[in-house]
């Protein structure tokens, strides 16, 4: 963890850390008050914004509706818990 963020934190200066679950594993090891706030991406919003973004672009018009929809399907199961 950044000096910067211990020092705010340890000066009374409320801070705001979002991160991976991978990054800061037990906060209440580095801080002794803290609001723990789960926030994950929502299946559909992936997909609707994937949908968005392919029927946005030109090249894209040439892809078969199948392979559109394979691309929705990896990309939203890869943003999985993201």
Do not use: W
Request: charged share 30%; no cysteine.
């Amino acid at each position: 963890m950044s000096q910067l963020v211990r020092h705010m934190y340890n000066s009374g200066i409320k801070v705001f850390i979002t991160h991976r679950l991978n990054v800061l594993q037990k906060p209440e090891a580095d801080f002794k008050e803290f609001t723990l706030v789960k926030i994950q991406t929502q299946v559909e919003d992936v997909e609707k914004y994937i949908t968005q973004q392919l029927e946005g672009d030109e090249n894209v018009k040439r892809l078969s509706e199948t392979f559109k929809t394979r691309i929705i399907n990896e990309v939203r199961d890869q943003a999985k818990d993201m």
